[in-house]
């Protein structure tokens, strides 16, 4: 039986530099990652998204996995991907935050990416929260 020489791929692709500004969140928190691409759309007008989309893809070897975490869902860049949204081995998740990219990062490789992404997902949906809210709810509780 051969060895699989699979690889699962990382894309932060979003407008401005918000891409860079997770990646150092991300270094910080879990400490550097492999195989973790950043596109910035729009902060060089003389690179086109498409163009670095590609830059991207071209690194891929057949049967690697790339998930891609997108900033808006509708927006100009998860539109780009989306020609490569249905191509084998790609996985695009828009509207993502900190927490859905720690854990779809650090997951076991052994596991199928579509499981890891669907309870990252879940995970990270808990993560945001109006804190203010549970903090009035515990002052009221000790006032009771």
Request: glycine fraction near 6%.
């Amino acid at each position: 039986m051969e060895k699989s020489d699979k690889i699962r791929k990382f894309l932060i692709a979003t407008h401005g530099t918000f891409a860079a500004g997770v990646k150092s969140s991300l270094d910080i928190i879990i400490g550097t990652v492999e195989h973790v691409f950043l596109i910035q759309a729009y902060v060089d007008d003389k690179v086109s998204v498409e163009t670095q989309i590609k830059e991207v893809t071209n690194l891929l070897n057949d049967n690697d996995e790339l998930v891609v975490f997108t900033d808006l869902l509708g927006g100009s860049v998860t539109n780009q991907m989306l020609q490569h949204a249905l191509k084998p081995n790609v996985h695009v998740i828009s509207g993502f935050n900190l927490p859905l990219l720690i854990e779809v990062l650090m997951a076991d490789a052994g596991t199928p990416v579509e499981e890891v992404i669907a309870v990252a997902i879940d995970n990270a949906k808990e993560q945001m929260t109006y804190v203010n809210k549970i903090l009035a709810a515990q002052k009221e509780g000790k006032d009771d």
